[in-house]
């Protein structure tokens, strides 16, 4: 198969230069306005091949590519990717490097030398000596979460038209913004996506196939201290910040944590901390394999808070439960096919599939329960949110072929 390599690896440095970074203090949709620079030259380039999109005032975009088939009911399949980058890391003035033939060593980022890329530390680069890789400069992230699975799309999309040979049903491209900051699907048309199955473009190493996530609640403590003026507080004041910082310190310190749990472990994490002496906010995120298992954790952090508050005198405290996702296993294992489509796709294209399960969610999670079954396809993309993220071009070569294959193949179970 005769994927544009260069096409691929110019189209991705393109779309990172691109600042898209979603904004987590946001309440408009997208939460920043700038990811809709990027969709609106999605939407450019679409209709410049003759594929019929559209974008919308919250910056998603849809396109078809219409069925080539003579065979009827066949399926309409979405692939899908978000635009934005992680307000984790700095995405302005993102500067792409393509490395070409790298060679194997340590790479130096020219922007910031202290910024060095090794396989000493990501090892997957030695699967890429004698390939083109792509870095950012050291100042930035490179955006490869997830333009990588834009640039991947796109491409499939070019390929398709300018390879009619290429027999498949209705295709349905949409890209959406806000993924990094849990917002992904929020004001997503599901009559435009108009697909009965999906996948989302949002992996890792080559050959990787996730089709099951953490489900996912938040959690909220409020902390009400006593409040007195400071200079005649003995016996009176109660402070809440104080009280906060307890409560995180009798947090569990060898378990239940994202920096001592891995595999199929939970987990309950801090994520925020707002307020004054009065009243002070702690934000957790609670995530586990097993649906069930989220009551557990919140009511073992509940009864730790509690413990803390009771010990002072005039304290209270709030703690409220919300859901955010769940995991996609749940609705998959309804539609076996998906997956195990996806999975044929990736050994036509010559690769060894890593069937895996993600210590985190992708728009798919949502997606799922909103009708669209959808696991998760590898981009290549590699330490996403930070100064040392990077991508294999080869990588991203073999997606482009993964998803052609996929194509292919639910016409052809028809």
Not at 176 to 184: I, N, R
Not at 254 to 268: A, D, H, I, L, R
Request: negative net charge.
């Amino acid at each position: 198969m005769d994927i544009n390599k260069d096409q691929l690896a110019e189209r991705f440095m393109r779309y990172v230069r691109v600042d898209t970074q979603s904004d987590p203090t946001g309440n408009q949709h997208p939460t920043s306005e700038k990811q809709k620079d990027l969709s609106k030259i999605l939407l450019e380039e679409l209709l410049a091949i003759g594929i019929a999109a559209e974008t919308d005032e919250f910056g998603y975009v849809y396109a078809t590519i219409s069925s080539n088939s003579g065979k009827q009911n066949i399926p309409a399949i979405c692939f899908c990717s978000h635009v934005d980058t992680a307000p984790d890391c700095s995405g302005t003035n993102v500067k792409p490097i393509l490395h070409k033939n790298y060679n194997g060593n340590d790479i130096v980022l020219p922007d910031d030398n202290t910024q060095v890329l090794s396989a000493a530390v990501s090892p997957y680069l030695k699967n890429h000596i004698g390939a083109d890789i792509i870095t950012a400069s050291g100042q930035t992230l490179l955006g490869a979460d997830d333009k990588s699975g834009v640039a991947i799309i796109m491409q499939l999309a070019t390929y398709l038209v300018e390879n009619p040979d290429v027999i498949h049903g209705d295709i349905r491209i949409v890209f959406t913004p806000d993924e990094e900051v849990g917002k992904g699907t929020a004001k997503i048309d599901m009559k435009k996506v108009n697909a009965q199955f999906g996948y989302t473009l949002d992996g890792g190493e080559a050959g990787s196939l996730e089709d099951e996530t953490f489900s996912a609640d938040g959690a909220t403590i409020t902390v009400n201290g006593v409040i007195a003026h400071p200079g005649y507080a003995k016996d009176t004041l109660v402070n809440a910040m104080k009280i906060a910082g307890e409560i995180l310190d009798a947090l569990p310190k060898n378990e239940w944590s994202p920096e001592t749990t891995e595999g199929m472990e939970g987990f309950v994490h801090p994520v925020s901390l707002n307020g004054i002496a009065e009243k002070t906010t702690i934000g957790f995120i609670v995530r586990d394999f097993r649906t069930e298992k989220l009551a557990e954790h919140h009511d073992r952090l509940k009864k730790i808070a509690e413990a803390v508050v009771a010990k002072h005198k005039g304290a209270s405290m709030e703690y409220v439960a919300s859901e955010q996702y769940r995991n996609m296993k749940d609705i998959l294992v309804q539609y076996p096919q998906v997956a195990e489509y996806a999975a044929e796709a990736i050994t036509r294209a010559g690769l060894k599939v890593k069937q895996e399960s993600i210590r985190g969610g992708t728009d798919g999670s949502r997606l799922s329960y909103m009708g669209l079954p959808c696991p998760n396809i590898f981009t290549g993309m590699q330490n996403i949110h930070s100064k040392l993220e990077w991508v294999g071009v080869n990588d991203m070569v073999k997606a482009v072929e993964t998803l052609v294959h996929l194509s292919r193949i639910w016409e052809e179970k028809v």
